[in-house]
Structures are given as C-alpha cells and as structure tokens.
T-cell receptor, first 111, second 114 residues
Framework: SQQGEEDPQALSIQEGENATMNCSYK?????LQWYRQNSGRGLVHLIL?????REKHSGRLRVTLDTSKKSSSLLITASRAADTASYFC???????????FGAGTQVVVTP | DTGVSQNPRHKITKRGQNVTFRCDPI?????LYWYRQTLGQGPEFLTY????????KSRLLSDRFSAERPKGSFSTLEIQRTEQGDSAMYLC????????????FGPGTRLLVL
C-alpha cells in the first residue's frame, strides 16, 4: 500500500508558469522527500523537509509541510521544458529509512 | 562518486525462468534498498540492508524473491520462477547512516516477463 497521494495526477503548463502539486499522507512522519523521475529513468532527489520544518527552498523549488493536516506542497517557479517529469512525494515514517511513495504527479511543460 | 549503478538495465525473460539483478551502491553507503515500480505508480519498498544484514523485508515480497548483500557492498535480487506479474522496474537506492538521510537511486532494471 502507498502512504501518500499526490494531487493533481497530471499537470500541463507553459514555460515560465509556476507548477504546484500537493501530497497528503496518512501516518506520522520523520521527514518528507520529493523526487523527480524522467520517463523510464531512476529517481532524482529534489528536497527533504523534516517534520519540525514548515518551509524549505532549493533554487526554483519551494516545499511546505503542514503536519497538522498531514500534507505537503511542491512549487516549481518559472518552469522550463526540462522540468517535464513525474514528481513523487515520499514519507519516512520511522527511523528505519524505508520510503513510502505516492503515485506521483505527471508534469508536462510546453515551450 | 559514480552514483548507484544497476545491471542489467533491461531484462526480457520467459515465465518460469529465474532472473538476477545486481546493484552497486555509492561507496561508503551502508544502507541499500530495493523497490519495485509498476507503470503509473510510485515505487514500493521491497527490502533493505544495513551493511550485510537484511533488516526488513516487505510482506508484499513472495518467497520467490531473495536478496543478498554478502560483503556489505553490492547486492543481488533474484526472482525465481518468474510470473507475468513480476514485470516492473526494479530500483535500487543507497544511503549513508540511518533514518533521515537522502536515498540515492540507480537507473533501475526493467523486467519484462513474457
């Protein structure tokens, strides 16, 4: 079973626009991570936010975490065609390190 | 630092055959994870190692699956008597230390069982 659910399932935007996707999860977490996956490839780590953090930035990425609502959001600003990929949130619910992924948001950025 | 590597990248086999995949983690990473990903879904946890010890195995993993990490470096994942339902991308990841650290993923091995 999967812990998280991303919303929307798919997102289509034009270059230069911002893309926002949300993740909801069910159980308490130690941290939450966002990954990107290009078609048929491995996952690339984007950002990690710990349960005691509320917001984190990395370049054009902004992640928020609301543990009271068990939700997180990923914002990609000024999107580029190269941002076309699937984005997954993954929660780390315990100290053992295994990640529980959602089904992902498929983002298409058109020039 | 060459990243996590996986071999082969693609494998086509007939139902009933055995297959073995290999994962080489980032050097000095003591944790190694295996995940399985089917089309349109996120990765699902299969098992993980700390050094050579297999510390957890998913209940989703049938007894046809076995994983080893004999010297705490590379790992192998074997599937015996493959079934069509085993067709998926098998991903390996590694991390240093425990719990909250980032996992670095390999490119995956795509398995197709005919």
């Amino acid at each position: 079973s999967q812990q998280g659910e991303e919303d929307p399932q798919a997102l289509s935007i034009q270059e230069g626009e911002n893309a926002t996707m949300n993740c909801s999860y069910k159980t308490s977490i130690n941290n939450l991570q966002w990954y990107r996956q290009n078609s048929g490839r491995g996952l690339v780590h984007l950002i990690l936010i710990r349960s005691n953090e509320r917001e984190k930035h990395s370049g054009r990425l902004r992640v928020t975490l609301d543990t009271s609502k068990k939700s997180s959001s990923l914002l990609i600003t000024a999107s580029r065609a190269a941002d076309t990929a699937s984005y997954f949130c993954a929660t780390n619910p315990d100290s053992w390190g295994k990640l529980q992924f959602g089904a992902g948001t498929q983002v298409v950025v058109t020039p | 630092d060459t990243g996590v590597s996986q071999n082969p990248r693609h494998k086509i086999t007939k139902r009933g055959q055995n297959v073995t995949f290999r994962c080489d983690p980032i050097s000095e990473h003591n944790r190694l994870y295996w995940y399985r990903q089917t089309l349109g879904q996120g990765p699902e946890f299969l098992t993980y190692f700390q050094n050579e010890a297999q510390l957890e195995k998913s209940r989703l993993l049938s007894d046809r699956f076995s994983a080893e990490r004999p010297k705490g470096s590379f790992s192998t994942l074997e599937i015996q008597r493959t079934e069509q339902g085993d067709s998926a991308m098998y991903l390996c990841a590694s991390s240093v230390r425990q719990g909250t650290e980032t996992q670095y993923f390999g490119p995956g091995t795509r398995l197709l069982v005919l």
